[in-house]
């Protein structure tokens, strides 16, 4: 003990020696800010200090052995005229005193940082080797946490944050509607919850809307949850059918005359008489199973015959990439077809939608239909036919301006027209519109249609959400569901039927035509999209008690539809497709048949194909 006892008080002596000898050479001078460096033995670095001198100097006055005086070192007037007579040189000194201050300090803060690096080490990525193949599970997984943030974990952070300060920001701007229990924050929530839970989903191979339906039953049923219970109506029903209009921008923007006409007879069978055949035998089976009056077991029937894009087109986009099919064009003429089918589907509903909330004379009420018809018909190609011109071809920032007029005219076509009470119009006057343009656009419609699609990308956990949200499980009537099953089974049943017909004389085997009919199961965007529509308008229009229940008997059938179709429809394409479709011999598809990124159609037929842009992996 006694050793360590000296040990320590030499030590200590030791630092105060040298801090004494570092701080006796400090030097002040009179009036004047001065800067000096020196090295300091106990800090191992060069030192920059400043001081100001003292004033009220004696002539006589000199450092006393302890080198101190009321707290200054005092001096000379000799040794003040000697310093200003010195100023000059050491002016000229002071720029290599800085640097060398800068280089020393630049030292130490180096050296600071690789001992901060040394401490940190294990938690550093530049310190370890990047996981290889066939490295531990723990090694990947502890690789994946470090510092800095990088891969996934990177890009959850990234999303988290900016969910926050989204969130933050609504707060800023709103205050209590940003809070627990208010309007916007339901739809923030709703909004994240269903993005999450599409990818989730789409993890298992299913597609995301499916993830996104399922979140918005969950929110608005589960007890402690129900957070879209507190979401106005009114905002539920505008969001839906912006994204609706969406939906009928992008359909009429992805029809391709030419392509459509190469196609000819067998996608226009494929097209209208499925959907065609399906609406009449769900539109009777709702008549005598479920009670629905005519025109509303049609209003049925169209929400059920339309196929969907958002499950068809990935899933034969895959089997194209891989050569299935490709000998005889089939991935081709499913999708093209399906475009078509949803144009019939939705026009059929509209006029449908328009029957049974029309009122006055039986005579107005037999010609409503197809007046409507005409209006959204003309309506969309004046709105077409300005946007050939307006904005002009050498506008600058022509794409965000076309895309800004088109979305601005549907968002005007569909509301205006629902404004007039023409709720068979709107849809048609945007899908016509998009066509009409697009026609002339030729192939500068491209990148609009990529604008389109980030705003669908937007829009649609929206709609899937909100229409999910729109599902009371306690009110529902356990005969509804039952009753509503077996008509869509039945409307199921005729249509693989009237498919495997529809392509007869086509050209193609057995096996082809029955995966054919089991491609055209899928139901999904269409029905979330028209599926609300006639419940929405029923309340909006205080349309009583019966067309409420109606149109709520429909939104549950159509949310069925999609929960009991669409993966079943995306499991049948993935496993009958290389059973039953010829696999092309082409080289060119053989180094894709295993890679999942390289989805690319050919220059042969990338004409038929264009179809397939109406959507991306989950649009129409």
């Known amino acids: ?52 001198g003292s004033t009220d100097m004696s002539d006589d006055a000199v450092i006393d052995n302890s080198g101190m005086k009321n707290g200054t070192v005092p001096m000379t007037t000799k040794d003040v005229r000697d310093t200003d007579t010195k100023e000059t040189n050491d002016a000229d000194k002071t720029d290599g005193d800085h640097q060398i201050v800068d280089k020393n300090e630049q030292s130490c803060t180096n050296s600071c940082i690789e001992r901060c690096d040394l401490c940190c080490a294990p938690i550093l990525t530049k310190y370890h080797q990047p996981p290889k193949e066939g490295d531990s599970f723990c090694y990947r997984f502890r690789y994946n946490l470090m510092c800095p943030p990088h891969g996934t974990v990177a890009v959850g952070l990234l999303y988290i944050l900016l969910v926050l300060i989204v969130w933050g920001v ?3 701007m709103t205050g209590e509607n940003a809070l627990p229990g208010g309007n916007l924050f339901s739809l923030f929530v709703l909004w994240v919850a269903a993005v999450v839970g599409g990818k989730l989903v789409s993890l298992i191979k299913l597609p995301a809307l499916l993830g996104m339906l399922l979140v918005g039953v969950l929110l608005r049923n589960v007890p402690y949850i129900k957070v879209a219970a507190d ?9 839906r059918n912006i994204a609706f209009t969406i939906i009928l921008i992008r359909a009429g923007l992805g029809l391709d005359a030419k392509a459509l006409m190469k196609l000819k007879v067998a996608c226009l069978r494929l097209a209208f008489m499925p959907c065609t055949f399906e609406c009449v035998t769900a539109a009777v089976a709702a008549y005598l199973l479920l009670g629905f009056p005519w025109d509303w077991g049609f209003m049925l029937g169209f929400v059920l015959g339309a196929v969907s894009p958002a499950v068809v087109v990935p899933s034969m986009l895959n089997l194209q990439v891989k050569g299935y099919g490709m000998d005889k064009g089939i991935p081709t003429l499913v999708i093209a077809a399906a475009s078509v089918d949803d144009v019939l589907a939705i026009t059929g509903f509209s006029v449908t939608l328009g029957i049974a909330f029309s009122t006055g004379s039986i005579v107005l009420t037999i010609f409503r239909g197809p007046l409507e018809v005409i209006v959204g018909i003309c309506l969309g190609i004046l709105l077409g036919i300005i946007m050939w011109y307006i904005p002009h071809a050498k506008q600058k ?22 404004a007039l009470e023409l709720a068979g119009s709107g849809a048609l006057a945007v899908l016509t519109a998009a066509f009409v343009a697009a026609h002339r656009w030729g192939d500068k419609k491209v990148p609009i249609e990529n604008v389109m699609g980030v705003l669908w990308n937007f829009f649609q956990p929206f709609l899937f959400a909100l229409i999910g949200a729109e599902i009371l499980i306690e009110n529902l009537d356990p005969s509804t569901i039952g009753l509503g099953i077996a008509v869509l089974f039945i409307g199921l049943t005729v249509r693989i039927v009237v498919s495997f017909l529809s ?53 549950t059938i159509a949310v069925l539809s999609i929960i009991i179709t669409a993966p079943l429809g995306a499991a049948a394409i993935a496993l009958s497709g290389p059973r039953f479709l010829h696999k092309s011999q082409d080289p060119k598809y053989r180094k894709h048949s295993n890679k999942k990124d390289d989805r690319t159609t050919t220059d042969t037929d ?11 992996e989950s649009g129409v």
Request: proline share 2%.
């Open 397 to 418: 920032s022509l794409i965000g301006y076309r895309s800004l007029f088109l979305f601005a005219s549907g968002l005007l076509g569909f509301f205006g027209t629902g």
């Open 1 to 52: 003990m006694s050793v360590i006892c000296d040990l320590c008080v030499k030590s200590t002596q030791s630092y105060v020696r040298e801090l004494s000898g570092f701080l006796s050479t400090i030097v002040y001078s009179s009036g004047r800010e001065r800067l000096h460096t020196c090295k300091s033995p106990l800090l191992g670095k060069y030192t920059t200090y400043g001081t100001t």
């Open 606 to 616: 990338a004409e038929e194909a264009r179809v397939a842009m109406i959507t991306t």
């Open 231 to 239: 979401i106005h109506p009114e905002w539920s029903v505008t969001l």
């Open 170 to 172: 609504l707060w800023g």
């Open 503 to 555: 392509v007869v004389r086509c050209g193609l085997t057995l096996k082809e035509r029955i995966f054919i009919s089991l491609a055209w199961l899928p139901k999904a965007t269409v029905q979330a999209a028209i599926g609300s529509i006639a419940y929405d308008t029923a309340r909006l229009r205080d349309a009583g008690e019966e067309a409420i229940h109606l149109g709520s008997q429909i939104l």
